[in-house]
C-alpha cells in the first residue's frame, strides 16, 4: 500500500497538510521531500499572490519596491527578516517563471 502525503516543513517539524485518511497508527510510511520554489502561491495567504516562500510578502510588492528605485540594501534594512539571498533568488525566479520584468538596478 502507498499513500501520498502533502506536508510542510516549519521549525523544524513536518505539519500534514492533507492527512490521508486510509492510514492506521504505528503504519510505516516513506515520505519524498521536495524542495519548494522561492516563490509560492496559496489561496489561503494573501489571496493566493504569489509571495516569497513561507512568507507573508507578494512578489510583486518587491518588484514594486525596486521600481521606486529603492535598492535590495534599502529593502533588506527595512524587512531585516529576509536574508539577501532568499529575495535574490525569488527575484530571480519570479522572472525567469512568472513572467516579471528585471528589475534595474536602483
Same mark, same amino acid.
Given at each position: 500500500?502507498?499513500?501520498?502525503?502533502?506536508?510542510?516543513?516549519?521549525?523544524?517539524?513536518?505539519? /500534514? +497538510?492533507?492527512?490521508?485518511?486510509?492510514?492506521? @497508527?504505528?503504519?510505516?510510511?516513506?515520505? #519524498?521531500?521536495?524542495? &519548494?520554489? %522561492?516563490?509560492?502561491?496559496?489561496?489561503?495567504?494573501?489571496?493566493?499572490?504569489?509571495?516569497?516562500?513561507?512568507?507573508?510578502? /507578494? +512578489?510583486?510588492?518587491?518588484?514594486?519596491?525596486? @521600481?521606486?528605485?529603492?535598492?535590495?540594501? #534599502?529593502?533588506?534594512? &527595512?524587512? %531585516?527578516?529576509?536574508?539577501?539571498?532568499?529575495?535574490?533568488?525569488?527575484?530571480?525566479?519570479?522572472?525567469?517563471?512568472?513572467?516579471?520584468?528585471?528589475?534595474?538596478?536602483?
Amino acid at each position: 500500500m502507498s499513500a501520498t502525503i502533502k506536508a510542510i516543513y516549519r521549525r523544524g517539524l513536518f505539519e /500534514p +497538510i492533507e492527512p490521508p485518511t486510509d492510514l492506521t @497508527e504505528n503504519q510505516l510510511i516513506e515520505l #519524498e521531500i521536495h524542495p &519548494l520554489p %522561492p516563490v509560492t502561491s496559496d489561496p489561503r495567504i494573501m489571496g493566493g499572490k504569489p509571495c516569497i516562500t513561507g512568507t507573508r510578502m /507578494p +512578489i510583486d510588492w518587491v518588484f514594486q519596491f525596486f @521600481e521606486h528605485r529603492h535598492t535590495l540594501q #534599502e529593502f533588506l534594512e &527595512l524587512y %531585516p527578516q529576509y536574508t539577501r539571498e532568499q529575495v535574490e533568488k525569488a527575484v530571480q525566479y519570479a522572472v525567469d517563471t512568472l513572467g516579471f520584468p528585471q528589475p534595474q538596478a536602483g
